[in-house]
T-cell receptor, first 113, second 112 residues
């Protein structure tokens, strides 16, 4: 993921709507990507992952899309619920430090009633 | 994740003090990591360990040291804390057969 500075992007959606959170990565050699959810006061929680040999992967209410041409990753959350409110960030695996991840700064998702 | 615990959860200390943050895991993973998180920035890797005898510096290791006392325990030390080390610190673990990292609840450290 790329750093976008000190202010987290924010996405506000109505409860029940779909959410799309985007992430850009810079290393064309990255071959594994993870989306994490971080609720206030908690550590990051694994949501879904995708390998570079795939374009799309679906989980329960979540879908990750990978566009390697433009080095872009997105997380789609269907029927967004209040419990989805959190910071979401992507991480890409590169081997600069021996098979370790680089994390983006995240997007804050707020679900409106 | 209750399988990865960190102590303390919160700590306030003064400049120049030595601080140790501890991480324990019951997941049986061989790999452990220490990250710091600053507001508006992504997690930054401080140190990582692929097994008990393997310790590696991450991208921001200056001012920090670590000890892998056992497969399940990985501690992070700040030998002489300074205010710009005020941050959230996370421990993570992973198994060598997968790349997914599992995080602890974090330690909020404030250096005055």
């Amino acid at each position: 993921g790329e750093s976008v500075g000190l202010h987290l992007p924010t996405l506000s959606v109505q409860e029940g709507d779909n959410s799309i959170i985007n992430c850009a990565y810079s290393n064309s050699a990255s071959d594994y990507f993870i989306w994490y959810k971080q609720e206030s006061g908690k550590g990051p929680q694994f949501i879904i992952d995708i390998r570079s040999n795939m374009d799309k992967r679906q989980g329960q209410r979540v879908t990750v899309l990978l566009n390697k041409t433009v080095k872009h990753l997105s997380l789609q959350i269907a029927a967004t619920q209040p419990g989805d409110s959190a910071v979401y960030f992507c991480a890409d695996l590169r081997d600069n430090y021996g098979q370790n991840f680089v994390f983006g700064p995240g997007t804050r998702l707020s679900v409106l009633p | 994740d209750a399988d990865v615990t960190q102590t303390p959860r919160n700590r306030i200390t003064k400049t120049g003090k030595r601080i140790m943050l501890e991480c324990s895991q019951t997941k049986g993973h061989d790999r452990m990591y220490w990250y710091r998180q600053d507001p508006g920035l992504g997690l930054q890797l401080i140190y990582y360990s692929f097994d008990v005898k393997d310790i590696n510096k991450g991208e921001i290791s200056d001012g920090y040291s670590v000890s892998r006392q056992a497969q399940a325990k990985f501690s992070l030390s700040l030998e002489s804390a300074i205010p710009n080390q005020t941050a959230l610190y996370f421990c993570a673990t992973s198994d060598s057969s997968t790349d997914t990292q599992y995080f602890g609840p974090g330690t909020r450290l404030t250096v005055l």
